[in-house]
Nanobody, 121 residues
Framework: QVQLVESGGGLVQAGGSLRLSCAAS????????MGWYRQAPGKQRELVAT???????NYADFVKGRFTISRDAAKNTVYLRMNTLKPEDTAVYYC???????????????WGQGTQVTVSP
């Protein structure tokens, strides 16, 4: 089986920074895209940023210029550096990865348990 373990969430004042990490472990043959999503209370989960196996990145418009996603392939880890945080960034942030557990299988989406990010005014 595969596990995604997130860390780095917490409470920060507006304008501050946080760095989230997500490490994948378990039965991994190949990891395609990895990314971060978030869900605020009463709202649907939304994409924040993704990075594929070639290193190409994609960002939601509301984080462009403030957040940076990166990936360490050797460690099966994805990071999200969040700068200039705003109260509206408050949400549970989830790591997601498309992983092939065997060369015979197509990739499957796995999710982390989520980490809370709270930005105070």
């Amino acid at each position: 089986q595969v596990q995604l373990v997130e860390s780095g969430g917490g409470l920060v004042q507006a304008g501050g920074s946080l760095r989230l990490s997500c490490a994948a472990s378990g039965s991994i043959f190949f990891i395609n895209a990895m990314g971060w999503y978030r869900q605020a209370p009463g709202k649907q989960r939304e994409l924040v940023a993704t990075v594929n196996s070639a290193g190409s990145t994609n960002y939601a418009d509301f984080v462009k210029g403030r957040f940076t996603i990166s990936r360490d392939a050797a460690k099966n880890t994805v990071y999200l550096r969040m700068n200039t945080l705003k109260p509206e960034d408050t949400a549970v942030y989830y790591c997601q990865a498309n992983i092939r557990t065997d060369w015979r299988f197509e990739s499957v989406a796995f999710w982390g348990q989520g980490t809370q990010v709270t930005v105070s005014p």
